[in-house]
Nanobody, 122 residues
Framework: QVQLVESGGGLVQAGGSLRLSCEAS????????MGWFRQAPGKEREFVAT????????YYEDSVKGRFTISRDNAKNTVYLQMNSLKPEDTAVYSC???????????????WGQGTQVTVST
C-alpha cells in the first residue's frame, strides 16, 4: 500500500519560511518523479514544483521561482519543499505526488498525499 505523508505546514508571517516534507512508503521511491501541488480555497489545484527521479533538474511554477526549492533524499524516501519569502497568496493546502514523469499536470501523478495546510498571514 502506497502512502505519501506530508508534514511541516503551519501558520507563518509574510516573509517567513517553512519546510515541507513528504515521506513515501510502499513504492520504489527512487524510481518516481515527485511533485508538489497546492490548492487554495475556491481554486483549482495548481502545480508548484517537481523533481525527476534520475536527474538533478528541478522545475517550478513562475510565482515561486527563486523562493521555493524542491529536493529529495532517496535514502529517506522523502521529498522536501523549502519555502522562503512566503506571501499571503501562498496560503493553500500543499500536497505531494508521485508519478513516472516530472510534469506540471496533475493527471501525470499516480499517488497523492492528503496535504498539509500552509497559512501565511500579513
Amino acid at each position: 500500500q502506497v502512502q505519501l505523508v506530508e508534514s511541516g505546514g503551519g501558520l507563518v508571517q509574510a516573509g517567513g519560511s517553512l519546510r515541507l516534507s513528504c515521506e513515501a512508503s510502499g513504492l520504489t521511491f527512487s524510481a518516481y518523479a515527485m511533485g508538489w501541488f497546492r490548492q487554495a480555497p475556491g481554486k483549482e489545484r495548481e502545480f508548484v514544483a517537481t523533481i525527476p527521479w534520475g536527474s538533478p533538474n528541478t522545475y517550478y511554477e513562475d510565482s515561486v521561482k527563486g523562493r521555493f526549492t524542491i529536493s529529495r533524499d532517496n535514502a529517506k524516501n522523502t521529498v522536501y519543499l523549502q519555502m522562503n519569502s512566503l506571501k499571503p497568496e501562498d496560503t493553500a493546502v500543499y500536497s505531494c505526488a508521485a508519478g513516472f514523469t516530472a510534469s506540471r499536470r496533475t493527471t501525470d501523478y499516480r499517488y497523492w498525499g492528503q496535504g498539509t495546510q500552509v497559512t501565511v498571514s500579513t
